[in-house]
């Protein structure tokens, strides 16, 4: 079996060639007790592959990016490799901007709808600035913990968006959010 490291190009979940640029650790977000599964919180159960995207499937040039479980990754075959390398040696402007664009990855959302009356928006906002540039949920709440009663079931009148990547955990598995965005409905 053929060892994928950092650097290679790969096929994965998602449509054409790409190449592998990191490689995150997959963490357990819960306790997962199923009969052939005995997984605890914070476990480390696996790997992300962060990817960037080179080509489509029809060997377009497309700069993208990407992240996906590391066991959807296989390697291209020869084949496509030859005809990778042949692309970037008769297009080497193509190569030069493929190699310096900026990783730009899309993070996760989870959603929590709130019955927030027009009154407290601005008081809202204003306790969400007080928030660090990464924090857990148990810390957004502790910060904003005279809102908890303004979460609602959908649809409410404003929906708040909290942003992370899956790999972005504390020691205990819960995940570090990086943003937020509060969105009237």
């Known amino acids: ?42 476990e480390i159960i696996g790997k992300w592959a962060i990817l960037k995207k080179c080509f489509t ?6 700069i993208d990016f990407s992240y996906e479980d590391f066991s959807w990754v296989k390697p291209v075959d020869d084949n496509t490799l030859i005809e990778i390398q042949k692309y970037f040696e008769h297009h080497p402007e193509y190569k030069q ?7 730009k990855l899309q993070p996760m ?3 929590c709808w709130l019955a927030l009356p027009e009154a407290e928006v ?3 906002k204003a306790e969400l600035e007080k928030l660090p540039a990464k924090y857990s949920m148990d810390e957004f709440w502790k910060v904003a913990q005279a809102y908890k009663k303004y ?7 404003y929906l708040l968006n909290f942003f992370a990547y899956p790999w972005d955990v504390d020691e205990s598995g819960d995940l570090i959010y990086s943003g937020l965005k509060l969105v009237k409905n």
Do not use: H
Request: aromatic share 8%.
């Open 97 to 103: 901007k493929f190699d310096v664009a900026s990783v």
């Open 122 to 124: 601005d008081n809202f």
């Open 57 to 62: 499937n029809k060997m377009k040039p497309r």
């Open 1 to 42: 079996m053929c060892q994928i490291k950092i650097g290679d190009f790969v096929t994965g979940y998602g449509s054409g060639y790409w190449q592998l640029i990191d490689v995150k650790p997959k963490v357990a977000m819960e306790d997962d007790m199923r009969d052939t599964v005995c997984r605890k919180k914070g």
């Open 109 to 111: 959302i989870r959603n």
């Open 151 to 157: 979460v609602s079931n959908p649809p409410a009148g």
